[in-house]
């Protein structure tokens, strides 16, 4: 069992940074694959990056590559999204996830546990 809280959301103008933090609970926390994703108002939820259980690999999203940065440190069980170069198309509520397996890193219905989100609004 993992539970996942994110934090360092809020409200920014074009071209900010934000580093969102995802602190995880949970013995085995080092063996998951912990993914970032992202849902604005009336649309469907989508990837932004991902990371594999030793942080060797990263993923993202053509829309966030060159502005996102996606790190962990499995001894403070804690991911993080550095997000630079902000724009008003970031804003979204942006949630945490974690995949004991993955296949595609991008579908979120392979991750098993999400946090509750925390809010990013970018103002133009």
């Known amino acids: 069992q993992v539970q996942l809280v994110e934090s360092g959301g809020g409200l920014v103008q074009a071209g900010d940074s934000l580093r969102l933090s995802c602190a995880a609970s949970?013995?085995?926390?080092?063996?998951?694959?912990m993914g970032w994703f992202r849902q604005a108002p009336g649309k469907e939820r989508e990837f932004v990056a991902a990371i594999s259980w030793n942080g060797g690999r990263t993923y993202y999203a053509d829309s966030v590559k060159g502005r996102f940065t996606i790190s962990r440190d499995n001894a403070k069980k804690m991911v993080y999204l550095q997000m630079n170069s902000l724009k008003p198309e970031d804003t979204a509520v942006y949630y945490c996830?974690?995949?004991?397996?993955?296949?595609?890193?991008?579908?979120?219905?392979?991750?098993?546990?999400w946090g509750q989100g925390t809010q990013v609004t970018v103002s133009s």
């Open positions: 996830a974690a995949a004991s397996i993955i296949g595609a890193v991008g579908n979120g219905n392979e991750y098993d546990y």
């Open positions: 949970g013995r085995t926390f080092s063996s998951y694959t």
